[in-house]
């Protein structure tokens, strides 16, 4: 047992012992699951766009398998994809899904007790976790979302109870029970996390942007909930703020900045450092532009409704759901607000929802005037699109961009 998972026990060994509260955080999620696997004690996959506090309530191990890919030191994930095309999984399945079957086929996932997934974002997705509780065996829980929930009563109803079905299902795997003392101690420390997320993303409205961005947190799928990723959320907030305080900016000098729907190339994190060598700034990926309420502790059932209008906004969900409005007002205010120069829009090839907003958002981007390039990315293999050939559209986008200016176009 112990051989498996080597490169991330490795990972674990370099971080356990670190000060800095993030590099503590992921430590600890590591470790958790690391020791879930030595111990044999549940662990609960939690796909990406479904948030890990009602696991941290319960004392089970949340593992969003796509983290397991992307963590610092990771391995690539070309085995894995290779693994998953030669089972026939077509290559416009986006990174995510393809990943995860992967992996499962190689050994390289700890293995799932039980799943939970919602209906969002994707079908790549939905397909993705049926294989995989086809290869594991493992009980899969199907969070339903309706079409529209935003002002439908009725619709947000069904999701809550449909939420209350994924906790049912989770005790009913782990025998554990939900203990609500415990699930609102977990409610309010998660809100002390949103209000720090919240007050991050409102400094990085700032001209020009204090910190290269984009602003966000991965715990909402490991710990939050939990004090030490509150440290960590709030560690980044002090930065941040501290950068304010003294001007300081991302850029020596900002050219341009850029509104980026949707994704980061996630395979490639030096992409931002590239642009911003050339003056050019992410303010916001519309990913994680999304707003949240504070969670109504007063009562267990006002605790379960809060966690389950929150998690439809965390992301991917927020805007892969519903009608292509949503996605397309957000990029669009999220310019406004944020007083981008331009958006640039990278969509994988199976994204079928994202890409179904293109034709709508490059017309209003006309009408209005806004510079706005669309290009091809998978979000996690480089071999679908080269890096050459992302710079190639990227650079060449920021330069017309640039020109524009100049011009006071
Ligand atoms: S990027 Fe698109 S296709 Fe990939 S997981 Fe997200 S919603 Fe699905």
Redesign the pocket.
């Known amino acids: 047992m112990t051989e498996k998972y080597q490169v991330h026990r490795g990972a674990y060994e370099l971080l356990k012992g670190a000060e800095d509260p993030n590099t503590k955080n992921i430590a600890q999620w590591l470790g958790g699951v690391l020791s879930a696997v030595d111990e044999g004690k549940p662990i609960v996959y939690n796909q990406f766009t479904f948030w890990g506090d009602t696991m941290v309530a319960m004392d089970l191990q949340p593992l969003a398998p796509e983290m397991w890919g992307l963590l610092p030191g990771a391995a690539s994930s070309f085995p894995a994809l290779d693994a998953a095309h030669d089972l026939g999984i077509p290559p416009e399945m986006?990174w995510?899904?393809r990943y995860v079957i992967g992996a499962t086929l190689l050994d390289q996932l700890p293995p799932p007790s039980m799943m939970v997934l919602p209906s969002y974002?994707?079908d790549?997705?939905k397909t993705a976790y049926q294989v995989i509780a086809e290869l594991t065996g493992a009980p899969l829980y199907l969070v339903d979302c309706p079409y529209w929930v935003e002002d439908d009563e009725e619709a947000m109803e069904y999701w809550v109870n449909q939420y209350k079905g994924a906790i049912s299902f989770m005790e009913e795997i782990s025998g554990k029970k939900l203990d609500y003392d415990r699930l609102k101690e977990v409610a309010e420390e998660s809100n002390r996390y949103i209000e720090y997320w919240l007050e991050g993303k409102e400094l990085m409205r700032v001209k020009p942007l204090p910190m290269k961005g984009p602003w966000g947190g991965g715990e909402i799928l490991t710990s939050i909930g939990l004090p030490i990723a509150t440290d960590a959320i709030k560690a980044r907030l002090d930065a941040l703020k501290a950068r304010v305080a003294n001007g300081e900016t991302a850029v020596p000098e900002e050219k341009v900045r850029v509104v980026w729907n949707?994704?980061p190339v996630l395979w490639n994190p030096k992409l931002f450092n590239w642009m911003a060598e050339m003056g050019a700034v992410i303010t916001v990926t519309i990913n994680s532009w999304t707003s949240f309420e504070p969670i109504d502790t007063s009562t267990p059932e006002s605790i379960i409704r809060g966690m389950a209008k929150r998690a439809l906004h965390g992301y991917?969900a927020r805007q892969?759901r519903g009608s292509s409005d949503i996605i397309i007002e957000d990029t669009l205010n999220a310019f406004e607000e944020y007083q981008g120069d331009c958006i640039i829009v990278n969509g994988?090839f199976?994204?079928k929802?994202?890409r179904g907003s293109y034709g709508y958002l490059s017309d209003l981007c006309r009408e209005r005037g806004i510079p706005v390039m669309m290009f091809d990315a998978d979000?996690g293999d480089s071999r679908v699109v080269s890096d050459e050939e992302v710079k190639a559209r990227v650079g060449e986008f920021l330069e017309t961009v640039m020109e524009r200016k100049k011009g006071g176009a």
């Open positions: 986006c995510a899904g974002p994707c790549n997705c949707y994704l991917m892969g994988a199976g994204c929802w994202l979000i």
